[in-house]
């Protein structure tokens, strides 16, 4: 019971005082708050924003600690590799190495070894790392409140840059074509600087020929929220069924509203996305011509059916309800509507996830698709970067991982794969249409209805596997799925959803 009124807690506090403000209840601050349930998200972020590793509550206990405690995993060692103090005791003089111990997280065990954390500490009780005693930690059940996390992350991105200035921004479907031009000196005022850049006195940006920049934006700018919410929302209308495009238009009404409208572009992804957007100096605006959003963290996974956004990998099996009621009928599942991939292989490892990638209608026609791609490549992927003997030309975050990975929608994949992306192999996700669970109907330009099978056949995937092999990084390829890929193509009651795509940096 605790938790929605701590959660609230931390909201008001991160809003009113800023990041370091303690929790009156433990003496915590916001970074220890999030390590200690467990939302690895908002902890990440508050380490990327450069709160204090090492603040300790009314206990002694500092981030390590608490993460060593209760079995972080991966909290703790982000938190070794940037530098928490490895050898910190609580008031009772544990170390984080003597409770993962004690505790029996055996991986903290070896990475605070690894990483040469004291093992010759010793507690105010005589407990060593060689006699820790044992205490297995008994993990608390239940699910996290998606909702009160939301409201959390929200608050986290209105501190990050506090460039909202108690402006709102409304959920409304933005077919505005002029909101795309913003006052340049805005654009240079939204772009964000890593506080830990290789480059700190480098521009926040880059400029490109012709006039044009690229960088990365706080999305919490409400001109710049404005302006990717036309690209976008005047983009999707193209996918309207009644317009030749493969989505009903309630579906599309629905995504405009609460995913693509300026509230959404600001506050759904602003924690865990980097919003790169392409412009062009026209006098003394900018025209934003194309934007993208790139997974901050390579575990990432911006949205999960629907219902589920912001989303670590490696935490999904506990942080996703599987058995949840569909509707709130006990006799079936929410789950039960869809068929994809097995979660533990759902994302390719070492790809930042994408999403938003779009072109203004007026620019279409002109490669810039393909410009923003090879300029993020260019100038933002570290270990391609590096490789070519090159320095990092900016005070931006860089991108560490492979390369980029999508999860699109079907008529898309030619438009990707034309850029350089290539289609994972039996990754693909349907909708299972049943009788308490019907799918909105797509019509053709006629206004005829459209079954799922013609549907799935007009994506091209029986003969894509008929006649194609696989390409790229042939290991996250998931070929044992491939034969049930091609039935659910054949039943009525299935519906291809998503493919996934992968997109390799060079190195």
């Not at 970074?31 to 902890?43: F, K, N, R, T």
């Not at 490109?208 to 929302?233: H, K, N, Q, T, W």
Request: proline residues 5%.
């Amino acid at each position: 019971m605790e938790r929605p009124f701590k959660l609230h807690e931390v909201l008001e506090k991160i809003t009113r005082d800023g990041l370091e403000a303690r929790l009156a209840e433990r003496n915590e601050t916001p970074l220890l708050w999030a390590v200690s349930e467990g939302y690895h998200d908002i902890a990440v972020t508050l380490i990327e924003a450069g709160a204090d590793l090492d603040a300790k509550n009314v206990d002694g206990n500092t981030p390590l600690i608490r993460a060593a405690c209760e079995g972080r995993t991966e909290l703790a060692s982000v938190l070794v590799k940037v530098g928490a103090d490895l050898d910190a005791q609580n008031e009772d003089g544990y170390s984080a190495l003597i409770l993962a111990k004690r505790r029996g997280h055996l991986e903290i065990v070896e990475l605070l070894l690894a990483a040469g954390a004291d093992r010759t500490l010793v507690t105010d009780f005589g407990t060593t790392y060689d006699d820790p005693g044992h205490s297995p930690k008994i993990s608390l059940t239940g699910r996290r409140d998606a909702g009160l996390e939301t409201q959390i992350l929200d608050g986290i991105t209105r501190w990050r840059d506090g460039r909202a200035a108690g402006r709102t921004l409304e959920k409304y479907v933005n077919l505005e074509e002029g909101d795309r031009f913003v006052p340049t000196s805005v654009l240079r005022a939204a772009y964000v600087r890593y506080a830990g850049s290789a480059a700190p006195t480098l521009p926040n940006y880059v400029t490109l020929e012709d006039d044009m920049e690229l960088g990365i934006v706080s999305s919490a700018v409400p001109e710049i929220a404005r302006a990717i919410s036309s690209l976008l929302c005047r983009s999707l209308e193209d996918a309207r069924d009644d317009r030749g495009g493969h989505l009903p238009v309630e579906v599309v009404r629905r995504v405009q509203l609460e995913i693509i409208s300026p509230h959404g572009v600001a506050h759904i992804w602003g924690v865990t996305g980097h919003r790169f957007v392409l412009s062009r100096r026209v006098g003394d605006r900018s025209e934003i011509v194309a934007t993208i959003l790139v997974g901050r963290s390579k575990d990432t996974i911006f949205f999960f059916t629907g219902r589920y956004n912001n989303l670590r990998h490696s935490t999904i099996e506990e942080t996703v309800d599987f058995e949840q009621r569909d509707r709130d009928d006990p006799s079936h599942r929410w789950f039960d509507r869809f068929w994809f991939p097995d979660v533990v292989r759902f994302k390719p490892r070492g790809y930042h996830h994408i999403a938003n990638f779009v072109v203004c209608k007026e620019q279409r026609g002109q490669k810039i698709s393909r410009l923003l791609l090879g300029a993020i490549v260019e100038h933002y992927a570290r270990d391609h970067i590096l490789a070519s003997g090159r320095a990092i030309g900016h005070s931006q975050h860089v991108l560490c991982g492979r390369g980029f990975w999508q999860i699109g929608d079907p008529p898309w994949l030619p438009r990707m794969e034309k850029l350089g992306f290539y289609l994972r192999w039996g990754a693909e996700s349907f909708f299972v249409e049943h009788d308490w669970a019907r799918l909105p109907v797509v019509l053709d330009r006629q206004g005829a209805p459209v079954e799922n099978v013609a549907y799935n056949t007009a994506a091209g995937i029986t003969k894509r596997y008929a006649e194609g092999k696989p390409r790229g990084n042939v290991d996250e390829h998931l070929m044992d799925r491939v034969p049930e890929v091609l039935r659910r193509s054949a039943d009525p009651r299935c519906k291809l959803q998503y493919f996934q795509a992968m997109f390799d940096f060079p190195t």
